[in-house]
């Protein structure tokens, strides 16, 4: 399957330990979109990454969160001192790049619980 | 400010019939807009797009019309099969390309 792995597929923490989000591109996909989709919300962008850089952050809460997409290895969406509003599902979608226009392949997607 | 809005939280269709899911977008700068599907428990899966040099796409029983006067645009499925029963997310990109801006989505029912 070449498709977008996510990894976990759901993860637990207790308010005040760190997540750690990992996302797996289509095989030479060399962009990387992560998304968050609260409950009966839709999906809301977080930040945009090319190898080893932050294109577009805009969507990113400002602390506790950050991404990395590095040369070699699957991109990370870390949540530091999780809190309860951060339970959500997270998306990670890929795409070439090659036009300016790109279809996003998706990811299944990290279920987060903050307990 | 929510820029791109689908209205219907949902809507359900008899099977074999057309299937119409509206989207309203704000931004004038969007000039790309797609249609994403979703089943539970899964990501979202490209489904259809359409640039703004046109007013209409089409692909199979899928077809979407866009209005750029009335920053409208809607999908149309026919004819509607019980397995298109999922949450249809409307999407936009404008020049910040990369970055798509979705609407909360509309959940589709097909009844057989």
């Known amino acids: 399957n070449a498709g977008v792995m996510q990894n976990p597929r759901h993860l637990v923490r207790r308010r005040g330990q760190e997540a750690r989000l990992r996302c797996s591109p289509v095989k030479g996909h060399s962009h990387v979109y992560w998304y968050r989709q609260l409950p009966e919300e839709g999906l809301k962008f977080m930040v945009y990454l090319q190898k080893e850089n932050i294109i577009d952050e805009s969507g990113m809460p400002k602390e506790r969160f950050s991404a990395e997409f590095p040369k070699e290895g699957p991109s990370i969406l870390r949540i530091q001192q999780v809190v309860r509003g951060d339970s959500a599902a997270y998306f990670c979608?890929?795409?070439?790049?090659?036009?300016?226009?790109?279809?996003?392949?998706f990811g299944p997607g990290t279920r987060l619980t903050v307990l | 400010d929510q820029q791109v809005k689908q209205n219907s939280p949902s809507l359900s269709v008899q099977e074999g019939r057309i299937s119409i899911l509206n989207c309203d977008y704000t931004n004038s700068m969007f000039d790309y807009f797609l249609w994403y599907k979703k089943y539970p428990a899964e990501g979202p899966t490209f489904l259809i797009s359409i640039s703004s040099i046109k007013d209409k796409n089409e692909d199979g029983r899928f077809t979407v019309f866009l209005n750029k006067s009335a920053k409208h645009l809607s999908l149309h499925i026919v004819p509607s099969q019980p397995g298109d029963s999922a949450v249809y997310f409307c999407a936009a990109e404008g020049t910040n390309a990369g970055k798509s801006t979705f609407g909360d989505g509309t959940t589709l029912t097909v009844k057989p």
């Open positions: 979608a890929s795409s070439t790049g090659t036009s300016f226009y790109n279809e996003q392949f």
